[in-house]
């Protein structure tokens, strides 16, 4: 017996609703809430000014070395016992760190939410930092980057980083550190990080029920102890655009691929222009219909796989490309992506290819702000980058709404095909002599 049937149609967009923000100071600190009626989960989130952007020059790795030793017990607890105190809750601590923020979260049944908090709190404020527990967690990570480092990718990434914003910065340098930059370490810069950093309020982020909610209670855990008020912040940093490509060879002697990473600076967060950026970027590797996808793997066959898109942070951007291809063709990839660059500076994009990107962006961003986590998530986003709480409300029509004269105009402001840095991590005694001869911009070597 054959079965057939027609394969059913797409169903109407529904209309997508972002939950009321609710704000209030409590205890010194900001508590920013979502309200989700009905929901029985929710999430906990306490955002502190401790991102990678406050560690010095020369202390890469502080943020990631000091949310592993919070693992380790705190002052009332051993890790054991702390351990025991957060799994009888059902839940776990989840850390993330980017160049604006440290957060540190916990996701539990609304009746389990204020003693998770407690708990959260306890971690953050008080951690116990044996020495001995913090130089094993220091080694730990220091070996885990010397393995990440050993794989294509990260020395690729961190010259590129370097060339685009100088290696005397702390945004020049690899957001986690590298591996001799965690190794230097000492107790004495963990313990001083954390009460620097780690004993100002913050803001409380919180998604869930808010009917069946004590904000108030929450923030009293949160901010219990803490003081020093909020940190300055900073302007977006002045990053001046390149005169000329140039390309920088990351030798890999005997790789049989060659790693590609090109990029240049971009405008910050911020900047009213993010929502034409973003798509401009998303026609152009944003997505796998993408022009460069679509060229360099499915034209050409170069690669399985190719992204370019804009990045940006409270204070700077950047726009980056980043593959890998078979060493054979190395530079005729390079090339390719370069003319693909130029040619939607030069002439924009269509409306057919933005309508792909209108929808996709817009339809991810409908089904990704669904769970009690990642609304926690967009709130962050309102947090750190001082944006309105009806942002994300319209940021869908924003997206839907754009044309093809305002995604082209960003795209010829915002991609500077000239001032382009080329990094390629591959075999130099194989590639060199073809990328010289390619005229993309002058060579430096790198061991």
Do not use: C
């Given at each position: ?33 979502a309200h989700l ?6 999430v906990a989130l ?97 070996n885990a980057l ?302």
């Open positions: 017996m054959t079965l057939i049937t027609d394969r059913p149609g797409p169903g109407a967009a529904r209309p997508y609703r972002f939950p009321p923000v609710v704000r209030r100071a409590v205890g010194g600190g900001q508590v920013v809430a009626p009905g929901q029985n989960l929710a306490l955002l502190l000014d401790a991102g990678a952007g406050r560690e010095l020059t020369g202390k890469e790795g502080l943020g990631g070395v000091l949310a592993k030793a919070m693992e380790e017990g705190t002052a009332q607890r051993d890790a054991t016992a702390y351990a025991l105190a957060i799994e009888a809750l059902g839940t776990e601590l989840v850390t993330g760190l980017d160049w604006d923020s440290f957060q540190i979260s916990v996701q539990v049944p609304v009746d389990r939410l204020t003693a998770a908090v407690q708990l959260l709190a306890e971690a953050v404020r008080t951690p116990r930092l044996d020495p001995s527990d913090v130089r094993r967690v220091r080694d730990d990570e220091a010397r393995m990440d480092w050993a794989n294509p990718g990260p020395r690729a990434d961190a010259a590129l980083r370097a060339d685009l914003f100088g290696a005397d910065t702390r945004w020049g340098r690899p957001m986690y550190g590298d591996p001799d930059s965690v190794a230097a370490l000492d107790v004495e810069d963990i313990t001083v990080f954390h009460s620097e950093w780690f004993l100002r309020p913050g803001t409380l982020v919180v998604a869930g029920d808010l009917d069946r909610i004590d904000l108030d209670a929450l923030a009293a855990a949160a901010f219990a102890g803490t003081g020093g008020g909020r940190a300055q912040l900073g302007g977006p940093v002045e990053v001046p655009l390149r005169a000329g490509r140039r390309i920088i060879l990351v030798d890999r002697p005997g790789s049989v691929q060659s790693t590609l990473r090109l990029g240049h600076p971009s405008p910050h967060r911020a900047h009213p222009d993010h929502v034409p950026m973003t798509l401009a970027g998303t026609v152009l590797g944003g997505a796998f219909t993408s022009r460069l996808n679509h060229l360099i793997r499915e034209v050409r066959g170069y690669t399985y796989g190719i992204r370019g898109e804009f990045a940006s942070s409270r204070r700077f951007g950047r726009f980056a490309v980043s593959s890998g291809v078979q060493t054979a063709v190395t530079t005729p990839a390079l090339v390719e992506a370069v003319g693909e660059i130029a040619r939607t500076q030069a002439e924009g994009v269509t409306e057919e290819e933005l309508a792909v990107a209108r929808s996709w962006r817009a339809g991810q961003l409908s089904v990704e702000l669904q769970s009690p986590r990642a609304i926690a998530s967009a709130l962050t986003t309102l947090v750190v980058h001082d944006l309105p709480d009806d942002y994300h409300a319209r940021l869908r029509e924003e997206l839907l709404n754009a044309d093809v004269d305002q995604v082209s105009a960003a795209a010829a402001e915002h991609l500077h095909t000239e001032a382009l840095t080329l990094v390629v991590e591959g075999d130099a005694a194989v590639i060199r002599e073809d990328l010289e001869s390619a005229a993309l911009g002058d060579l430096i070597l790198l061991p």
